[in-house]
């Protein structure tokens, strides 16, 4: 019997995400087997310092891609979000599944909306992204970092140190903890991040059986939508140092049949002061990511962008 290596992070996310892979994967082919590779990556680690001051790109991912290149492992299941816009040499994402929930939710101790949080409510949040939009909306908000996997986090929330946590969707509802959900933020309000909702399974690029059986998994649509974000993330060079959010849908086709994509982006400044939002269509995704990239850039979003990373690295 064929069998495939798997690396994953070890969370309780992490694991439920791959094994959800593996089980689709044995449906298309019940002959090959699959063995878990737990791997612990540097963001695991270190969890005493805001992702932004963490610094680096691939905080989540950088130890299990070192490990399909040296070939201890076959294939490896990551949120798409952690993924870096640039993969190292050898490598490619042989599947993207279809996408899940992509939007921001918000939980908090009583169960409140975001609009009915007090006034100066405390709310939890290690993303800049996050930060930026929430403050944006409700200025009056403070924000604090909170780092650690699902269930730290809500521990830390229902101890009474933060009246709210946001947190994504995808996640709660692949460990089915839908129901803790006090609201799920619209997208006007809180844009995702790039590839958030997404899996990413990455191989070698050239491990063809590998790469023939994980293309059954692909959804193109998901696909599209999320290469449009991550060219646009490609474009600022950005990560979770800095932040930015990226959301794409497919929006018809054209009069040739081929898929239009909606693409909206966004760069702020961490207190929210400074906005810069920008929505476009196009049919080339790789295109359209670096357009709209391009168009908060005129717009000024470089030097707050220059910003946020002098100040991460002083």
């Not at 094994?19 to 270190?46: R, Y």
């Not at 730290?152 to 089915?176: C, P």
Request: hydrophobic share 40%; charged share 25%.
């Amino acid at each position: 019997m064929k069998q495939w290596k798997v690396g994953s992070r070890r969370s309780k996310l992490a694991l439920t995400q791959t094994n959800w892979v593996i089980e689709h994967l044995k449906q298309f082919d019940p002959t090959v087997d699959f063995v878990v590779e737990e791997i612990v990556t540097k963001g695991d680690v270190i969890l005493d310092v805001t992702l932004s001051k963490v610094g680096g790109k691939g905080l989540f991912v950088k130890e299990i891609e070192q490990s399909l290149l040296d070939k201890q492992t076959d294939l490896a299941v990551h949120s798409m979000k952690d993924v870096p816009s640039e993969l190292q040499s050898g490598l490619v994402i042989g599947a993207v599944p279809k996408r899940v929930d992509p939007r921001d939710v918000l939980i908090s101790r009583e169960g409140t909306t975001l609009d009915e949080l007090p006034h100066a409510a405390l709310v939890g949040t290690s993303s800049l992204r996050r930060a930026s939009q929430l403050l944006a909306y409700r200025p009056d908000l403070r924000i604090e970092s909170i780092r650690g996997n699902i269930d730290t986090r809500m521990r830390k929330l229902n101890e009474g140190n933060f009246d709210a946590i946001v947190l994504a969707a995808a996640g709660l509802e692949r460990v089915e903890w839908e129901g803790a959900v006090s609201q799920y933020l619209p997208i006007d309000i809180s844009l995702p991040a790039v590839g958030q909702g997404a899996l990413a399974i990455e191989c070698r690029a050239d491990d063809d059986e590998l790469l023939a059986l994980l293309a059954r998994l692909d959804d193109q649509e998901t696909r599209l939508a999320v290469s449009a974000e991550r060219a646009f993330l490609q474009r600022l060079q950005g990560g979770c140092q800095v932040p930015l959010g990226a959301y794409a849908t497919l929006a018809g086709t054209g009069d040739d049949g081929t898929p239009s994509i909606r693409l909206t982006g966004f760069v702020g400044s961490p207190d929210g002061r400074r906005l810069f939002k920008h929505s476009q269509t196009g049919s080339d995704p790789a295109a359209l990511g670096r357009a709209v990239a391009e168009h908060l850039l005129s717009d000024g979003a470089g030097e707050v962008l220059a910003e946020v990373l002098e100040e991460n690295q002083g």
